[in-house]
């Protein structure tokens, strides 16, 4: 699989716990938001996006939070499973672009 | 629905030759991008078609190519192989139009490239 994992921030937490992963975007001019989450040996999945006129929006056990005061997104993810474990990106699109531009990524490791 | 498929899945190739990679979108997804994951560089933005046309292009040398056909499916071209080039090359395909720019991409396996 991919070894993305080597240069990432890691979050380590126990199955059934609560995640929350970070992000800080770059551009006060972006006004669309993406996690995604890429599993050993395969490309990125999209999770949930979140547009600039909200400051929160709920999937099934993700949620998403944006603050756009200090450029700052989060990834909440309910009840963690050792499934979720992944490197998990976040991707800022700026108005008028159709790129979007991905961040660093966390490595998560959920422990049984 | 057939997701975005990439081939090949891993390619070992050899300093200074070159490469082609190959894409097939999502049915009725006219946009296609190219990225390159590295360890070191994360997810980099190597280019973006639409509609057989190169609308956006990354901070990459002119080695790195591509190409988009009438039925969308889309090549990348690496020429002259450097070490450095060795990565995950990923394809992503996604709905966005002039009216609606905010869609998500979906994303192929990718194709392991090994240069030695």
């Not at chain 2, 999502?26 to 190597?46: A, E, K, M």
Request: proline content about 4%; overall charge positive; glycine content about 10%.
């Amino acid at each position: 699989g991919e070894s993305v994992g080597l240069h990432l921030p890691t979050l380590s937490v126990q199955e059934g716990d609560n995640s929350i992963i970070n992000c800080a975007y770059s551009n006060s001019a972006s006004d669309y938001f993406i996690w995604y989450k890429q599993e050993s040996g395969k490309g990125p999945q999209f999770i949930i996006d979140i547009r600039s006129n909200m400051d929160k929006r709920q999937g099934q056990r993700v949620t998403v939070l944006l603050n756009k005061t200090v450029k700052h997104l989060s990834l909440q993810i309910a009840a963690t499973q050792p499934g979720d474990s992944a490197v998990y990106f976040c991707a800022e699109k700026v108005g008028g672009s159709y790129i979007p531009t991905f961040g660093r990524g966390t490595s998560l490791i959920v422990h049984p | 629905k057939a997701g975005v498929t990439q081939t090949p899945r891993y390619l070992i190739k050899t300093r200074g030759q070159q490469v082609t990679l190959s894409c097939s979108p999502i049915s009725g997804h006219r946009s296609v991008s190219w990225y390159q994951q590295t360890p070191g560089q994360g997810l980099q933005f190597l280019f973006e078609y639409f509609s057989e046309t190169q609308r956006n292009k990354g901070n990459f040398p002119g080695r790195f190519s591509g190409r988009q056909f009438s039925n969308s499916r889309s090549e990348m071209n690496v020429s002259t192989l450097e070490l450095g080039d060795s990565a995950l090359y990923l394809c992503a395909s996604s709905l966005v139009t002039g009216a609606s720019m905010n869609t998500e991409a979906f994303f192929g396996q990718g194709t392991r490239l090994t240069v030695v």
